[in-house]
């Protein structure tokens, strides 16, 4: 099994740009999170999936912030327009049921804007 | 919140010698999960500890649970340079995790 998959790796990009971060998870996995992980603020919870459907995005920072699931297979967090204080390692993870269960993260997307 | 909170934030030991990272937390929760993060790397699952446990091994690895005092520890018997990481505790909220800031541990050869 190749593990959650994220990509990019990094991303630079200026104010005010779009930015979409990829994830595929873990085959059979049913439940997909998305997480951000700061210095200051540690790691945040945006978004979380089950079967494909948002459950909860109460941690979506702001209207800016979008996140789907098109399929079991496929996820996409959008930021648009960017800005500095965006700037952070985003997370994707997936696990089996989501609840009472180990998640599984992908090794990150480093986002930097300028 | 329900956020659990690692402590010491950082700790320094020399090899061979056990580490031991604490996890309080505020609400009840079903479980506890703790994870490992190396620099630059998602985190990786540990151990899941259920309320209804109070101890878990796995490998060099050990993890209690004291729902009364809503606290959890994690030991690490006979520490390695490649244990040094940082580490998080995670608790279930709904059918959310909700991530403490983590303990910073540092294995010296």
């Not at chain 2, 031991?20 to 079903?30: A, F």
Request: hydrophobic share 30%.
């Amino acid at each position: 099994d190749a593990g959650v998959i994220q990509s990019p790796r990094h991303e630079v990009t200026e104010m005010g740009q779009e930015v979409t971060l990829r994830c595929k998870p873990i085959s059979g996995h049913n439940s997909l999170f998305w997480y951000r992980q700061t210095m200051m603020r540690g790691l945040e919870l945006l978004i979380y999936f089950n079967n494909n459907v948002p459950i909860d995005d109460s941690g979506m920072p702001e209207d800016r912030f979008s996140a789907k699931m098109p399929n079991a297979s496929f996820s996409t967090l959008k930021i648009q327009p960017s800005e500095p204080r965006d700037s952070a390692v985003y997370f994707c993870a997936s696990s089996p049921t989501g609840y009472n269960s180990p998640l599984h993260f992908g090794n990150g997307t480093r986002l930097t804007v300028t | 919140s329900q956020q659990g909170e690692e402590d010491p934030q950082a700790l320094s030991i020399q090899e061979g010698e056990n580490a031991t990272m604490n996890c309080s937390y505020k609400t009840s929760i079903n479980n506890l999960q703790w994870y490992r993060q190396n620099s630059g790397r998602g985190l990786v699952h540990l151990i899941l500890i259920r309320s209804n446990e109070r101890e878990k091994h796995s490998g060099r690895l050990r993890v209690t649970l004291d729902t009364s005092k809503k606290s959890s520890s994690l030991l690490i018997t006979a520490s390695r340079a490649a244990d040094t990481a940082s580490y998080f505790c995670a608790t279930d909220y709904g059918q959310n995790f909700v991530f403490g800031p983590g303990t910073r541990l540092s294995v010296l050869p």
